[in-house]
């Protein structure tokens, strides 16, 4: 069974920063993309980051320039290292990856509980 486990959220002030991690757990194969969405109250999931297993970086337009994802593929977390946040980055965050688990030939999407981040103003 594969687990995701987030980490990090928390209250802060505008301006100020953040990293979430987010733990990989169970019998894996392997791991291909990994990433973040988030949703606010009363909006869509949206795609925040992702990351390929060769660390190919995709970005959604509103966090460029000042959220970076990361991984370790040695111990398999990713982290988002989020940056001047503002208010409207609000939301709860959740963690993904594209997991082939060592019982089977084909991979799934699995997503984590989530982190809640409130940026106060």
């Known amino acids: 069974q594969v687990q995701l486990v987030e980490s990090g959220g928390g209250l802060v002030q505008a301006g100020g920063s953040l990293r979430l991690s987010c733990k990989v757990s169970g019998t894996i194969f392997r791991i291909n993309t990994m990433g973040w969405y988030r949703q606010a109250d009363g909006k869509r999931r949206e795609m925040v980051a992702q990351?390929?297993?060769?660390?190919?970086?995709y970005y959604g337009e509103s966090v460029k320039n000042r959220f970076y994802i990361s991984r370790d593929n040695a111990a398999k977390p990713t982290y988002l290292q989020m940056n001047n946040l503002q208010p409207d980055a609000t939301a709860v965050y959740y963690c993904?990856?594209?997991?082939?688990?060592?019982?089977?030939?084909?991979?799934?999407?699995?997503w984590g509980q989530g982190t809640q981040v409130t940026v106060s103003s």
């Open positions: 990351i390929t297993n060769g660390e190919t970086t």
């Open positions: 993904t990856a594209d997991v082939t688990p060592l019982s089977s030939s084909t991979w799934n999407t699995y």
